[in-house]
């Protein structure tokens, strides 16, 4: 009955599209939508059925895709056919990922165009570039308040720059990753400008109200994303005359997804850039684009909804494009933003993998894998064709999210634990050596979340300043065990820039008065290329990181057992200091690499008899894939020097 009635509604759409539209040559549009239109109207009634506009909201929304398919330029229809065929090329392990801020990298986008080379030196083929969208000078969250969706911030550079980047990427087979904002604008938007003008259509697109009684219904349940820079969830805004949510800043108003204009306004969006050439977009705070009194407004069924319609529409339009969730919430939450079917991703291809990173912390602060071993057990298997996005470092902060029944099985009191953790990176601790800064901290429950760098965050900085040889070691070599396991766990490794030359914390931040509020901005870096100039000198530290990192990069991409088919299995193992996990290939079981890493500063012994086959190596022998060399066996232990790691193979 529903598919009748949304293959009827179709051929109602199809007959009514425009002239200028409907003359275009739409083979590839016409099959695509045909076979996702039932979906989509499905998920289009379900929220919007109820309207008395909603027919007309649905020949708006396929008109939308329309227009952006004729948009779309020919080398990207044909790169979307290519994609096509080969659907599961993303999960190839060939995929390595660097995040940055164009401006801090290299002035702006034709600058970020002139170091193409730096990311093939060092291995990297995706790179993520923040926002770029135009935003306020002084009010924009990093960029994450954006004023113009459809145009590029003059001070990153202009629409032609961009499109020259993503062609200049796509002939050296670099994927184009950029933002897009889906839950707010900035206050400074056309379309919040509006709205304070008093036009009802454009109030509409936020959720706003003349006096507190729905804001306050609203905020009994709505926690405080950020409670000692921007508490509560609502703005009063003296010109429009009204209460207007803001539950990240009180210059980011949040969008009304409740209103159909609104998610077509943002398909556009999303389908405006996969045009300009992104092969990949990130979809920023995905968590909270559905509010509904008496919930806490984030995870809601319907935010699972719009990603599902979206991604829907994109299929039909841009099928080669893939989208990240950028939802840092609990495991149980965040493997639902994947999509509902038992294979397929039908929402986001690919998702943050928070608790990993949040997990490598803990360990680089205990000296042991207890929580982690623990921890990432708690993380649902994905589906076949998605995968996780895994990192140290991002340019956000480093929370502590941890379940506390993890926390308990590793034999710690959460409280506790976390106030150690806290602590151990803003350097209070007696034993670290961290130069970590607090970031949101609560004066009345001691919570905080960590700012820093990498390099910072593990005791470079310290040791440098110290002149103390054996700490930068300790230092460098951290910095290699962290990245040997985004590298090896499963899912696409996400570099942050500045990490793979030991980029230390950047404290002129403080002489911005945009910025000085934000700590997260001491490690959002201006880039040093003097300093990636000593990448090529010997003995520094800047090669030593470099040169290691792109050797793990380089045997990473030969190695098929590090594509991304849940081809992984966690060991558990005796020795507390130690994570351990085997990689096979799902085809021939035979091949397999195993990954061992030690958390602790001293050397640490592993029985290989609690490894299955690799206690009995029958006519092969251990070798390190990374080193080229035969580890140290000592009656049947592998021993493992501190901060150590180690890819093993059979070598027959």
Known sequence: MYEQVSHSLLNDILN?????????????????????????????????????????QAQRLVETMARQYIKR????????????????????QKWVGMALYCQGFAGNLPGVEDKLGYFQELG???????PVMKCPAGKSDGGYAVSDFRQIDPRAGSMEDIRSLSKAMREREILLALDVVLNH??????????????????????????????????????????PETAPGNFTWDEQMGRWVMTVFNEYQWDLNYTNPAVLIEMLDVVLHWANQGADVLRLDAVAFLWKKIGS????????????????????????????????????????KYFGEDAVIAKECEIAYNATLMALLWDAIATKNAKLLNHGITSVPLKLE???WLNYIRCHDDIGLGFDNQDIERAGYEPDTHRKFLIDYFTGKFADSFARGVPFGHNERTGDARIAGSLASLVGLEYALEQDDPRAIDDAIQTILLVHSVLLSFGGIPLLYYGDELGTLNDETYHLDPAKSGDSRWVHRPNFDWDR???????????????????????????????????????????????FVYERYDISRRGDAVLVVCNFDARPQSLDLDEVGQWGHTGYGQLVDLISGQRPDIVNQSLVMPGFGYCWLSLAW
């Open 296 to 335: 806490t407004c984030q995870n809601e069924r319907e935010a699972h909804l719009i990603l599902q319609l979206l991604k829907d529409c994109s299929q039909v339009t841009a099928p080669g494009v893939l989208f990240i969730a950028e939802a840092i919430v609990a495991p149980v939450e965040v493997i």
């Open 16 to 56: 009514r599209l425009k002239e200028e539209i409907s003359e275009q040559d739409l083979r590839h549009f016409y099959t695509r939508l045909g076979a996702n239109f039932y979906a989509i109207y499905s998920l289009f009634h379900r929220l919007y059925g109820k309207r008395p506009d909603f027919q007309e």
């Open 73 to 92: 330029p020919e080398d990207l229809r044909q790169l979307d056919i290519e994609r096509e065929r080969d659907y599961n090329w993303f999960l190839h």
């Open 385 to 387: 064709r998605a995968t």
């Open 185 to 226: 604008t900035s206050d400074e938007h056309e379309w919040a400008q509006r709205a304070r003008a008093g036009e009802p259509k454009y109030q509409d697109y936020y959720y706003t109200y003349a006096t507190r009684t729905v804001p306050d219904m609203f905020e009994q349940n709505m926690p405080e994303v950020f």
């Open 532 to 578: 990636a100039d000593r990448r090529n000198e010997p003995g520094t530290v800047e090669f030593k990181i470099f040169t290691a990192l792109k050797r793990i990069i380089s045997v990473r991409s030969e190695i098929e057992v590090f594509a991304d088919f849940n081809n992984r299995e966690l060991i558990d193992v005796r020795n507390p200091h130690l």
């Open 124 to 130: 990297v083929n995706c790179v993520h570039i923040m």
